[in-house]
């Protein structure tokens, strides 16, 4: 996932800016579980890394997709 972090000055003009890339953010793994009475039904892993990025006060939570949702 990319990412710019912009510095800005009081009027809301950019000063500087960075580009640079998230490699955390990976396609998601979706499997195909066959049941033992032959349906077949779709499934993440249990076990996958969580996200939180945090600016300032506040928390964002990172989906695996790169979707970022608001923490309370």
Do not use: H, W
């Amino acid at each position: 996932m990319k990412a710019i972090l912009s510095m800005i000055d009081p009027c809301g003009s950019v000063v500087k800016s960075k580009k640079f890339y998230l490699p955390f953010i990976k396609k998601n793994i979706i499997q195909t579980i066959t049941l033992k009475d032959g349906t077949k039904v779709k499934g993440e892993p249990m076990r996958q890394n969580r996200y939180i990025l945090e600016v300032g006060d506040y928390k964002y939570f990172v989906s695996m997709t790169g979707k970022i949702t608001k923490l309370n």
